[in-house]
């Protein structure tokens, strides 16, 4: 059974203070991990997929990494706009759905 | 395009009584998703859909859900009868598979399901 960890439960930030989200998974053969982002009262928000070992993506302050065991989701010099929750999923080579982690809330402070 | 609605937005029931939720997927999405989220279990999948045909419900919780998609644009998720450990936030999503490529779920803004 896919297994995907996230740590810490919850980031308190201030802003400008930079850090990383770290999200481990167990899968038989990754197709695919995402990131997403979820505010308070709304469904989560799309922010990355990433396919294989070494691949690296941005977006503004945030940068996604990805080994054969777990990813890392970087916030550069955060905002208080990027307090929300973000949540890891992997999917399997041989399956479509996704298998979600707990989520990291992360709260930016002014 | 509108993204993934869903309705109701919020529904309180009472214990014992039938709960529908709807779903209109982004047009042109071929799969469909029903998650629910809790703060004890996070984001489960319940069910997942493909061109309309039901293809893994391994995560329904058991016989009182039920989930049907009649056409492309339009799906349903049944709880009959209600508990109140059913209640969470129930959330559709959708997404397409283009020329052999998994594309992201986008997801709607859930119906929050309270049951008294």
């Known amino acids: 059974e896919d297994q995907v960890t996230q740590s810490p439960e919850a980031l308190r930030l201030q802003e400008g203070e930079s850090s990383s989200l770290n999200c481990s998974y167990t899968?038989?053969?990754?197709?695919?991990l995402f990131w997403y982002r979820q505010d308070p009262g709304k469904g989560p928000e799309f922010l990355f997929t990433?396919?294989?070992a070494g691949e690296e993506k941005e977006k503004e302050r945030l940068k996604a990494t990805l080994t054969k065991k777990e990813s890392f989701l970087h916030i550069t010099a955060p905002k208080p706009e990027d307090s929300a929750t973000y949540l890891c999923?992997?999917?399997?080579?041989?399956?479509?759905?996704?298998?979600f982690g707990a989520g990291t809330t992360v709260t930016v402070r002014a | 395009d509108a993204g993934v609605i869903q309705s109701p937005r919020h529904e309180v029931t009472e214990m014992g009584q039938e709960v529908t939720l709807r779903c209109k997927p982004i047009?042109?999405?071929?799969?469909l998703f029903w998650y629910r989220q809790t703060m004890m279990r996070g984001l489960e999948l319940l069910i997942y859909?493909?061109?309309?045909?039901?293809?893994?419900d391994s995560g329904m919780p058991e016989d009182r859900f039920s989930a049907k998609m009649p056409n492309a644009s339009f799906s349903t998720l049944k709880i009959q009868p209600s508990e109140p450990r059913d209640s969470a936030v129930y959330f559709c999503?959708?997404?397409?598979?283009?020329?052999?490529?998994?594309?992201?779920?986008?997801f709607g803004p859930g119906t929050r399901l309270t049951v008294l």
């Open positions: 999503a959708s997404s397409f598979r283009l020329a052999g490529a998994y594309n992201e779920q986008f």
């Open positions: 899968v038989s053969g990754l197709r695919g």
């Open positions: 990433l396919y294989s």
């Open positions: 999923a992997v999917q399997a080579a041989n399956d479509y759905k996704l298998s």
């Open positions: 047009s042109g999405h071929d799969y």
């Open positions: 859909f493909n061109n309309n045909v039901p293809i893994d």
